[in-house]
T-cell receptor, first 109, second 112 residues
């Protein structure tokens, strides 16, 4: 069963714009992770944020975590056509990593 | 380091057959997880192995089984295939700390 729910399901933006994706989850977690998947391929780990952290940066990525609201957001700044992919949040509590259904991001050049 | 290797990349089977998928983790990684990905259900957890022991199992029927060998390589088997088993099967390994997963490219299984 899905723990995380991403919002929106699909997002289309112009190159150079920022893209924001949100994730909500249901139970307590140890950490929350974001992954990227290019069409039909394996997932690639982007960033991990622990339950005691509120914000984390990695290059053009910024992740926030609000454990009181059980939600996270992923911001990709200055997006590029190469950022076109599906993005998944995944949560880890006392269970194996559980994934949401993802946000499909299209960046138009 | 070489990444996670899954074989075969594509597979076509017919209903009632069985199939075995293979996964070689990143060298030194002792944990291997399997996921099924479909357009309707998204990524569903199948199994997790650590040092040849199944540590967790997802909510799949007994037709789905797996194992891990002493070299950490893993296989999963699906018997009596059904049309609904058509999916991308993803294997992932993790190392010390067991936090983030490194995924293979997957095996695309089509059941006709």
């Amino acid at each position: 069963s899905q723990q995380g729910e991403e919002d929106p399901q699909a997002l289309s933006i112009q190159e150079g714009e920022n893209a924001t994706m949100n994730c909500s989850y249901k139970t307590s977690i140890n950490n929350l992770q974001w992954y990227r998947q290019n069409s039909g391929r394996g997932l690639v780990h982007l960033i991990l944020i622990r339950s005691n952290e509120r914000e984390k940066h990695s290059g053009r990525l910024r992740v926030t975590l609000d454990t009181s609201k059980k939600s996270s957001s992923l911001l990709i700044t200055a997006s590029r056509a190469a950022d076109t992919a599906s993005y998944f949040c995944a949560t880890r509590g006392n269970t194996p990593l559980v994934f949401g259904k993802g946000t499909r991001l299209s960046v138009i050049a | 380091k070489a990444g996670v290797t899954q074989t075969p990349r594509y597979l076509i089977k017919t209903r009632g057959q069985q199939v075995t998928l293979s996964c070689s983790p990143i060298s030194g990684h002792r944990s291997v997880s399997w996921y099924q990905q479909t357009p309707g259900q998204g990524l569903q957890f199948l199994f997790e192995y650590f040092s040849e022991t199944q540590r967790n199992k997802g909510n799949f029927p007994g037709r789905f089984s797996g194992r891990q060998f002493s070299n950490s390589r893993s296989e999963m088997n699906v018997s009596t295939l059904e049309l609904g088993d058509s999916a991308l099967y993803l294997c992932a390994s993790s190392g010390e700390g067991y936090e983030k997963l490194f995924f293979g490219s997957g095996t695309q299984l089509s059941v006709l």
